[in-house]
């Protein structure tokens, strides 16, 4: 048997995907993949579809045509009697799993103290042991700098280190893929660069495929191993951080750096 190679199929695979709004087109027919471990930055005027991507991908919006893959397999839809249809409650619920998503507000609840916050989900979703995902959660909060918080309540922390904790969150459901969108905008800015190095850490140390949607140009230049640069739902441009960054080819993305780097 010759042998295969699974790890050449991509992670994500949008595939002429359309989402509209009523009338409006966010999306048309979109295509675009995301290799495993990749790093991909989307770029691009507010309402040119990124993050309308990432919510797609946390199955918070249903597409109108087109298939969304994961893995190798079906996301959007699934198989049923050799069709695809599109996909269940119960089949999203299954394939989100694998998926991990930080917002740009936190969205830690309120009630909880921090290490309950990272336990919750891998207990009750994952049925890990409580002791295990203690254990986790214990491991990413000094991975993000925040061992000592484990018992104070998101009220008690800075936005800085709620972010902080909810990327851990995210972790702690050990995803294949982390959806990162515009995490440091509801910051103060020295609050940000905290956030944006455990960010850094977790590009540079791990293997886990990364979708970013982020105003924050010179951390997409640091985490990026490809950039996408959108426009009314297409992609009008695409390359390496160093070439986007350095010698866009396309005037809608030359003037869209120029305005956001010196914002």
Not at 117 to 131: D, I, Y
Not at 224 to 235: E, P, Q, W
């Amino acid at each position: 048997m010759p042998h295969s190679q699974p790890d050449e199929r991509p992670m994500i695979r949008f595939e002429d995907v359309v989402k509209q709004f009523g009338d409006n087109v966010v999306l048309d027919h979109l295509n675009f993949t995301v290799d495993r471990g990749e790093k991909v930055t989307l770029i691009g005027p507010s309402g040119s579809g990124k993050t309308t991507i990432l919510r797609l991908l946390m199955t918070l919006e249903k597409i109108n045509e087109g298939v969304i893959w994961v893995n190798d397999e079906p996301f959007s839809h699934e198989h049923k009697k050799g069709e695809l249809v599109p996909a269940s409650e119960k089949y999203l619920r299954q394939a989100r799993r694998r998926i991990g998503m930080v917002f740009q507000h936190f969205n830690l609840f309120p009630n909880m103290t921090v290490i309950e916050n990272l336990t919750e989900a891998p207990v009750h979703v994952l049925g890990r042991s409580k002791s295990e995902a203690v254990e986790r959660g214990r491991t990413l909060l000094e991975m993000v700098g925040l061992a000592e918080k484990e018992n104070a309540h998101p009220s008690q922390l800075s936005g800085g280190q709620q972010q902080r904790v909810a990327i851990a969150r995210a972790l702690a459901m050990d995803p294949d893929i982390l959806l990162l969108d515009e995490v440091t905008s509801a910051l103060d800015p020295e609050l940000v660069v905290g956030v944006l190095n455990v960010l850094r850490e977790i590009a540079h140390h791990t293997n886990i495929t990364m979708l970013i949607v982020t105003h924050e140009m010179q951390f997409a230049r640091d985490v990026s191993d490809r950039i996408l640069m959108f426009d009314k739902g297409k992609i009008i441009e695409e390359g390496s951080p160093e070439q986007i960054f350095t010698n866009p080819h396309n005037a809608r993305t030359k003037s869209f750096l120029q305005a956001v780097i010196s914002h």
